[in-house]
């Protein structure tokens, strides 16, 4: 069985016990999500919007933080650079259950 669901404004493709990053959620480790469900398809016969029935669980793994990338401006011969970096955070979750 195969879902999409929409996590913090984006889709994911998931089936049952999937690991994947998806961005910062709130919550502790361990505690369990209810995903929203855009559509279902189960064994050829494809279900979406107002028509899913179906429900996604998932459990918490971790937080994590992406890696650094570096936003660089530079203005040639005007001695002016400015260099600065960021970590997204992620949260990792495993679907537990696709009911």
């Known amino acids: 069985m195969i879902a999409v669901v929409k996590v913090a404004g984006q889709q994911f493709k998931v089936v049952k016990d999937q690991t994947l990053y998806v961005p910062h959620l709130g919550g502790n480790t361990g505690d369990k999500l209810d995903l929203e469900v855009l559509l279902v398809d189960a064994d050829g016969k494809i279900s979406m919007g107002d028509a899913v029935t179906a429900k996604v669980h998932a459990e918490i793994l971790s937080?994590?933080?992406?890696?650094?990338?570096?936003?660089?401006?530079?203005?040639?011969?005007?001695?002016?650079?400015k260099k600065k970096g960021h970590r997204t955070d992620y949260t990792q979750i495993k679907v537990t259950n696709i009911a």
């Open 63 to 81: 937080h994590v933080k992406g890696d650094k990338v570096i936003a660089y401006k530079y203005k040639r011969r005007k001695g002016f650079h």
